[in-house]
């Protein structure tokens, strides 16, 4: 038996957020994939499924919207029906440079 159940990880597409999935899948009946790029998404769910068994679904969300987060947990829990096991809050956007240079619009943006 699999230690979880459910499994959401936000920005999965690739780097970190691939990794986790491919570490966690082998543990997981379910795992949710979630990030702006569906097509990456849906590769790694073939391959998760392929070589793990795992039940991958592919949720393409732009957690930076307004009210994104919310649609997103309603509809984890309409296709799994329950809350996940475990959450890899993953996502994210980031700016460099001097601070006083970012603007105040992208700045709100990674705190949304």
């Known amino acids: 038996m699999k230690r979880y159940q459910c499994v959401l990880i936000t920005g ?7 990794k986790l999935s491919r570490c966690l899948s082998p543990h997981a009946e379910k795992i949710v994939l979630v990030a702006r790029r569906k ?12 070589r793990f ?10 957690l930076s919207q307004d009210g994104a987060a919310e649609a997103l947990w ?3 829990i309409s296709y799994t029906g329950a809350a996940p096991d475990l ?7 980031g700016f460099c440079g001097e601070a006083y240079e970012i603007p105040v619009d992208s700045e709100k943006t990674m705190l949304a």
């Open 12 to 18: 999965a597409s690739s780097g970190i957020g691939a």
């Open 87 to 93: 959450v890899v809050n993953n996502a994210g956007a």
């Open 74 to 76: 309603a509809e984890v």
């Open 39 to 50: 097509d990456r998404l849906e590769e790694l769910a073939v391959e998760l499924k392929s």
């Open 53 to 62: 068994g795992t039940e991958a679904i592919v949720v393409a969300c732009d």
